[in-house]
């Protein structure tokens, strides 16, 4: 898996390689990061890569021409490379679509991708119209630039790839997985036993697999009703809790249903 980062600031990407479970994947090879700056293909002195809106307004708007060239630069390594050259390029945008686990899985199945990091009040239209396959976006809420949103789109998608984690069960048992129906994770516990007075909950230390695996499944479900009822929903849209999670949730007047 290869990503492509076009941004204005290269040097942010080196925390996904050099730190942490991303920094260990790619030194066992699993995937692999270029970064383009605009600004090196840029003709004139000052190393323009942006200019004022038509039709005024505050900031300023990324020009076209260097994001393309910069996207056809990528798209020429990966090609020599080997790599997927008709890969997606995914500006990162507050207007795109919300980024999903799923779609975490989806990219991680795949040869990787050609991420954009916008920066300024926004980035010249007809580079999308001529290179853009997809906008995604961390969120309703406002960056600076794409870049904190290109490295939470690594993270995600490289610590599903195989071989990622220390333990293969760790990544299907996060929260949002299709292993826990889409559900928040439960709490987890560690030694010592009893800290500060507080002790780990007792079905954790019986050694029964499905009394654990039950008081797992209860704690997701409260934790999901009570923080984030949308996931329930769609959840029982969906089919995906059994008869003993919704007695769960009835019982405890989580998440009722509507009728």
Known sequence: MRFDIVTLFPEIFDAVTRHGVTARACQRGLWQMHAWNPREVTTDAHRTVDDRPYGGGPGMVMLADPLIKS????????AEAGALQ???????????RRFEQSMARDLASSEGAILICGRYEGVDQRFIDACVTDEWSLGDFVLSGGE?????????????LPGALNHGQSAVQDSFDAALSGMLDC????????YEGQAVPAPLLSGHHAQIARWRREQSLRITAQRRPDLIAAA???GTLSAQDERFL???GLAPTED
């Open 187 to 194: 709490p987890h516990y560690t030694r010592p036993e009893v």
């Open 71 to 78: 996207v056809q630069r990528a798209r020429a390594a990966r």
């Open 250 to 252: 009835a019982e405890r």
């Open 148 to 160: 904190i949103g290109a490295l939470a789109i690594v993270d995600a998608t490289v610590r599903l």
């Open 86 to 96: 008709a890969a997606p390029v995914i500006l990162l945008s507050p207007t795109g």
């Open 236 to 238: 029982r849209a969906a």
